[in-house]
């Protein structure tokens, strides 16, 4: 079954931690570390294997977005 056929079951897709990895442009052990700090994204138990939810990502990431920051407020204005 390939990923055509899973999405029209509702299925979402899945990242293994090595496609993970190079998604991010990071070593396969810094997505390990991160799990294993609980910095990490949240991942499934597939077997000996983790999978992550593409949304799960997505939510992580934007959790670790900063804030661009302000022109304004402290000292900006003269």
């Keep these: 079954m390939d ?3 899973l999405s029209g079951l509702g299925l979402e897709p899945v990242l293994t ?3 993970l990895a ?3 442009g990071v070593h396969v052990q810094a997505i390990y ?4 700090d609980g910095r990490g994204p949240s991942g499934i ?3 000996r294997e983790i999978r992550y939810r ?3 990502v997505l939510r992580w990431l934007d959790g670790l977005h900063e804030p661009v ?3 304004g407020g402290r ?3 003269r």
Excluded: F, H, I, Q
């Excluded at 570390?33 to 294993?36: F, V």
């Design 69 to 71: 920051p302000s022109m």
């Design 22 to 24: 190079k998604y991010l």
């Design 54 to 56: 593409v949304s799960d």
């Design 75 to 77: 000292g900006g204005e």
């Design 33 to 36: 570390d991160l799990r294993t």
């Design 17 to 19: 931690t090595s496609e």
């Design 45 to 47: 138990r597939v077997g």
């Design 3 to 5: 990923a055509t056929n």
